[in-house]
């Protein structure tokens, strides 16, 4: 969507990833209704010889955090990259 030239996030929140080739994070959905939106978000570190990163701590942030936190890293050189583990299936509320 687009208002006043810049390109606004989507209403609901999309399962992404971002990293800068040393970290990852992984931004899933979590709580979803009209009231309120947050997602889980699941950082790690990249490790070498093509391992499976080494998953550090997992964060619920409301959808208005994640967005900061997801505009700040790429405003840093993070790239949107490919999934890099099989998360598991989070329990809708």
Known sequence: MNVNGRKLPPLSPKECWISDSRQVLHF??????????ALEVTFGEVMPGGEPPLLKHRRELMRNEAIKLWAQKRRAGWQVCAPQWTPPQLRRA
């Not at 899933?28 to 939106?37: E, F, G, K, T």
């Open 28 to 37: 899933q959905p979590c709580r979803y209704d009209r009231s309120s939106q």
